[in-house]
């Protein structure tokens, strides 16, 4: 299975792709957090890509093509979390496959209103030491402001506070969801609501795959 989750961000792609993951097995390759870890081992892509994302701006092309087709390279099923981003990226994405035989499945297109995607994300909490993440109404830590694996002090990332997200969706309106018209005239879209907790979400995922 090669899948694209596609969807603006804080919308649940990563937790489904995670779950489609543990059951299924094929490997998520979710380019925010290939840039997170960049950022955080302070490598040169890491502190270029960092200018872009506080600012709530959108990672170029150049950043982000390369790491990606070279996670594709020696993967049968796939399921791509946050690229392609614009149509650039899609036609690059698609002479790729192409090259080697291949093609996409299905993207699933996750739909939710912009104000509950501030709301999900504003209320996220990191663990800075071991990468947990809680939220402050969907799942708090029993820690309270502190990680309960690790006894971490939680942070808000600098992308998740509510003016940061407002100018992520609005980046996202104007370059991304013109994928949606894209994938739909190649009839791959398959539209996903993801309103609800995690769990109803996967179910509407696992009907729509047919799995």
């Given amino acids: 299975m090669r899948l694209i989750l596609l969807g603006p961000p804080g919308i649940g792609k990563g937790t489904q792709a995670q779950r489609l993951q543990q059951q299924f097995g094929w490997t998520v390759i979710a380019t925010g957090d290939l840039l997170r870890e960049a950022m955080a081992n302070r490598t040169p892509l890491g502190e270029q890509a960092r200018t872009y994302i506080t600012r709530g701006e959108l990672v170029p092309d150049e950043l ?7 996670r594709l390279q020696s993967l049968e099923s796939f399921i ?7 149509l650039s990226q899609a036609q690059v994405l698609e002479a790729f ?11 699933l297109a996750f739909e939710l209103d912009d104000e509950a995607i501030v709301a999900r994300l504003s ?12 939220h402050i109404v969907a799942n708090p830590s029993r820690a309270g402001e502190r990680c309960e694996r690790c006894g971490a002090t939680l942070i808000i990332r600098e992308d998740d506070q509510p003016d940061t997200i407002r100018r992520r969706l609005a980046v996202y309106r104007q ?7 894209y994938y739909q005239q190649r009839g ?23 799995l």
């Fill in 64 to 70: 982000v093509n390369q790491i990606v087709m070279e």
């Fill in 80 to 86: 791509l979390d946050g690229y392609p981003r614009n």
């Fill in 97 to 107: 496959l192409q090259q080697h035989g291949q093609s996409l499945d299905a993207v």
């Fill in 123 to 134: 209320g996220r909490r990191i663990c800075p030491q071991c990468g947990a993440i809680y």
């Fill in 175 to 181: 370059q991304t969801a013109p994928l949606i018209d």
């Fill in 188 to 210: 791959l879209l398959i539209p996903i609501d993801a309103s609800g907790d995690p769990e109803t979400v996967y179910q509407r995922v696992v009907h729509a795959l047919s």
